[in-house]
């Protein structure tokens, strides 16, 4: 058993079981321990790719987009609020960053074609873990205009309050902590899946009454409850609904985009999704064994953009678009050709890339990209 294993059952030791997300929180963000902080596990060579490794094509794309967002309200800007001198007018801030390699293509993209707008930019990383900023640092280290902060809630408390300001994540919310229930379709209630120890492994455990864990139930269409299945299993991710109320109270003016393989709300009650979206990945494959290893394997759920949707237009946000990645980076494809030519000299690798991320079997289809904006 590794170190974390121990730490974990010692932890369930001593309060009979915990809830599923505390398991996951230890197991992939556990300090010096957890997954996301013992190894470089994204790319061709670790666990899983994103549309990150793919190339920096993703990077380039969403530059390309997110400088056409900021020239636009520059547009609706009054003269007099555009001070002349180099304090920043623009603020990306960026979280899930990882190893800093979206930042780089973004920050990349801009510089060279964007350069006016490059100079009035601020690019925050939002970023809990000491590892994983030093990653970043090193990746970033031509960048001057690259701050770090600790939480979200530090964005206030910084001060920063540019005019215009971008909320973005690539894989950030399917990589929070969720909490799992399943239906007694005799009892026509929930109940949570938490975690125990039998004596020698982590196994599965129905949480007494007086246990459970304090979120909301998964919200279900009553009439599908009349015929959901005993045990048919899902998640609810309360921290990713906090993040994303959290950071859209803290925008003023400016977009919230969120990329990520996800479901409406719907969708997860289907037949094939019984038994949940939870997985645990290693070496390019998926399995269900979440139990296992923990700190040696991903763990990962679908997002809920119904739920984060909802979240966004219950304090304010307007909803611009909730579609599959391949339509939106084909969008911008299409503008940049029609508006300035760019992307019209792709050679053979950016080309394979962009089929790579809008291809239905690879990133295209079960990838979404959520727009808010206010
Ligand atoms: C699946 S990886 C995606 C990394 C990168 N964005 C990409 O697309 O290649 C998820 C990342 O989100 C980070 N993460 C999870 N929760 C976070 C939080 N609350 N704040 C900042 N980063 C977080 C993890 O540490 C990990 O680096």
């Known amino acids: 058993m590794n170190p974390l294993a121990t730490k974990i059952r010692n932890e369930i030791e001593l309060r009979g079981s915990i809830p599923f997300a505390r398991f996951m929180e230890l197991a992939l963000y556990a300090p010096g321990e957890g997954y996301y902080e013992t190894q470089q596990q994204i790319g061709r060579s670790g666990d899983f790719i994103t549309s990150v ?7 380039e794309l969403l530059a390309f987009q997110f400088a056409e967002w900021f020239e636009a309200a520059l547009h609706t800007t009054a003269a007099s609020q555009l001070s002349s001198d180099k304090t920043p007018l623009f603020q990306i801030v960026e979280s899930g960053a990882h190893d800093g390699k979206l930042a780089g293509d ?32 090193k990746t970033l280290k031509r960048f001057p205009n690259v701050k770090w902060i600790n939480d979200l809630s530090a964005l206030s408390a910084a001060g920063i309050n540019p005019m215009n300001r971008i909320f973005f994540s690539n894989e950030l919310f399917d990589a929070m902590p969720v909490y799992r229930f399943g239906w007694d379709a005799k009892t026509k209630s929930w109940f949570e899946w938490a975690v125990g120890w039998d004596g020698d492994k982590f196994v599965w455990k129905r949480a007494l009454e007086n246990q459970r864990s304090a979120v909301p139930f998964p919200k279900v269409d009553p009439a599908l409850l009349e015929v959901l299945p005993d045990e048919f299993t899902t998640e609810v991710c ?17 977009k919230m985009i969120a990329i990520d393989y996800g479901l409406l709300a ?20 998926a399995n269900t064994e979440l139990l296992s290893n923990p700190g040696e ?45 760019e992307f019209a000299q792709w050679d053979s690798v950016q080309r394979r890339q962009f089929q790579t991320l ?3 079997e690879h990133f295209g289809r079960a990838f979404r990209v959520l727009v808010q904006s206010r």
Not at 53 to 59: D, I
Not at 117 to 130: A, G, K, N, T
Not at 298 to 316: M, P, Q, R, S, W
Request: aromatic share 8%; glycine share 8%.
């Open 106 to 137: 973004v920050l990349s993209f801009l510089s060279a074609n964007r350069p006016e707008l490059f100079q009035r930019l601020e690019y925050c990383i939002i970023e809990p873990s000491v590892l994983r900023q030093v990653w970043q640092t």
């Open 266 to 285: 719907e969708e997860f009650f289907v037949p094939e999704r019984s038994g949940g979206t939870l997985r645990a990945i290693s070496r390019h494959h």
């Open 297 to 341: 394997q991903d763990i990962t759920a679908h997002v809920n953009f119904g739920a984060l949707k909802t979240a966004g237009e219950n304090v304010g946000l307007q909803t611009d678009a909730l579609l599959p990645q391949s339509r939106f980076l084909t969008e911008i494809v299409g503008r940049g050709l029609k508006m300035s030519g």
């Open 238 to 254: 309360p921290l990713a609904i906090e993040w994303w109320t959290e950071a859209a109270r803290l925008l003023h003016r400016g």
């Open 53 to 59: 490794s793919v190339g920096s094509l993703f990077g």
């Open 358 to 360: 809008t291809h239905p």
